[in-house]
């Protein structure tokens, strides 16, 4: 069975930095499309970025696009690098594996449990 687990959330400053990263296990990582989603307090998950299965491959939600950057190496790691941090950005943010390269959560059938990002000016 698949399991990911995000680490490297917090606090942060407005215009500062963070490095998200996620751990995948029980499966082959190489088989996966991966992806970063974000859910606000009271607010809908929407999609941040996504990465393909050999990494020739990226996307990103237009508010992030030039400040945020998802990458995966072969330790099974998938990052999000964040930079230029606004408090918009505060959110609980998950990473995903699926088998389609897609900008959709249902096309997503692993999530992680999330971690907390909070952005302060």
């Known amino acids: 069975q698949v399991q990911l687990k995000e680490s490297g959330g917090g606090l942060a400053q407005a215009g500062g930095s963070l490095r998200l990263s996620c751990a995948f296990s029980?499966?082959?990582?190489?088989?996966?499309?991966m992806g970063w989603f974000r859910q606000p307090a009271g607010k809908e998950r929407e999609f941040v970025a996504r990465?393909?299965?050999?990494?020739?491959?990226t996307d990103y939600a237009d508010s992030v696009k030039g400040r945020f950057t998802i990458s995966r190496d072969n330790a099974n790691t998938v990052y999000l690098q964040m930079t230029s941090l606004n408090v918009e950005d505060t959110a609980v943010y998950y990473c995903?594996?699926?088998?389609?390269?897609?900008?959709?959560?249902?096309?997503?059938?692993?999530w992680g449990q999330g971690t907390q990002v909070t952005v302060f000016s």
């Open positions: 990465i393909s299965w050999r990494s020739d491959n």
């Open positions: 995903a594996a699926g088998q389609r390269y897609s900008r959709s959560s249902p096309s997503y059938d692993y």
């Open positions: 029980g499966g082959t990582f190489s088989r996966y499309a």
